[in-house]
């Protein structure tokens, strides 16, 4: 499941990108891709890993003004076009450009919804669900009963067809955020996040906080009845977390959970990560049906007075493997095995468990030769057969197992296909310059949607996409054995946007979560709304 949490607090460099910086990889004449055939991975190519990331549309909001006068209007592209339903409190803009006249049956989407979006999902039912830092004034269509102490914690489904807000439920209390969100097998929703202050009660009872004021993570289960969530059960851990707490959470059916711990994490007394008040470290933990601890595991810089810190940020599970990508900062310990960077700076690493024991099977990190540019591993996503793909960044002359990526841009965006040994079977990347591939989902042939982030103009698929000066997102097709782009389109909108969550319907539909402030451009049209807000819509296959 995804990654997808924008409102962060990371350390300044790594900062730029949780809520997020991630840029879409490619490589090759500017771009292209390589695919392994008996290349020995040995220590392994460098699979670069995103930082948690997703810039909070909420920052992104502060001191840019919307550029037009709300009004409604309607949106098209390639055929398809859709009028934009607008809550009475998320004034908008959505005229076609200049001179151009909408083609096409029209839909109730997109929308605009004031706030952050940090994760979306489509659930069993067919329903899209939304989780993110809504107002409590803002009105959906469903506004869910605010109980006392409610705040902007919200949990939402829409309608594809459409547009309809089919329920929402609130949660938590001030000092509450939620981190990442996934869905089960069964239907029931996972929220994952932080909380700094009690009492804290996702409808359980209040959660134990560590300490007083500290960043105290949590993960719940609820159920979906027809006017919201239910819930099912909730669980701490102790530990204070860095950012939004859970950012890396799948359902497999039950789930398995990562983020960062910046002190010692215990189980049972035990420590998972060795506890330093100077530096951060990454935790990984599968969960049973009741949200107990099947096993903890975690890695952390080999000197115990390393300031430098090893971020987690996402998590996929194989039937056979637990897989954890992120970054390093310094030499790390994965338990028995240690990884330093290629250079004095951050490398993406990929980290394998077994599933059943939580042994460690190998780490893998992925960095390039200039000293001050880093490389992330951001998204992950488990293929049948246990292999599974990578996205981030990846710094100038990283080497995957095919040779050193040098295209002519400090930081290349990628995705890259690993097997259970960790070899790099494929990656393919692309020269963004400041960015990476920070969301990507698999269509039911096996291809792929990404968006990334990019700051320099590159060629992509045979088209060449430019930003602005702060930098802009794309939205391409991927081949399924990843060596051919196509549909390749800009995602415009000023501020230094880096994440927008996306899901694929299984109809293949693609919904899309656009974070921007003030302003965005979007398949040809022009959207306006003050302050802080996501583009929400659903693309036909």
Partial sequence: MPLQSQASNLRPG?????RLLVVASLVAAGCGSHASTATDAGDGPAVPTPEAAVE???DLASDVQPADAPADGAIGDAGVDAAVDAPTDAPLTDAAPDGASPDGPTTPWPRIVPGAIIS????????????GSIAPAVD?????????GSTSMLVAAFAPADATCLWASRFGAAAGTFGSMAITPAGEVALGGVFGSSPFDLGGGPLPQVLPNWQTPFVGLFAVG???LSHEWSTTFSMETVGQGIVGMTATPTLTVAGTSAQEFLVGGASVTRCCTTTDSMFVVPLTASGGIEWARGARPTSGTDIEPVFGYDVAASPNWVFVTGEIDTSADFDSVTIAPAKSITDAFLAAYDAGTGTIGWARHWG???????SRGFRLLAEPGNTVIVTGEAADGADFGFGPIHSGSQENGFVARVDTQGKV????????????????ARRADGSFVVVGAFRRPFTIGGTTLTSDAQGDLFMA??????GTWSNAEVIGSPGEASVAPIALASDGSLAISIPFAGSVDFRGVHYTAPGGNHLLTILPP
């Fill in 14 to 18: 790594a900062q730029a990108l949780r």
């Fill in 56 to 58: 909070a549309a909420a």
């Fill in 120 to 131: 979306i999902a489509f659930a069993p039912s067919g329903s899209l669900v939304i989780a």
């Fill in 140 to 148: 959906l269509g469903c506004p869910p009963a605010s109980p006392a």
């Fill in 226 to 228: 027809p006017t919201g």
């Fill in 368 to 374: 390039g030769v200039t000293v001050g540019v880093p």
């Fill in 425 to 440: 079977l494929g990656v393919a990347s692309v020269p963004v310059d400041a960015g990476g591939v920070t969301e990507i």
């Fill in 477 to 482: 097709d991927l081949s399924a054995d990843l």
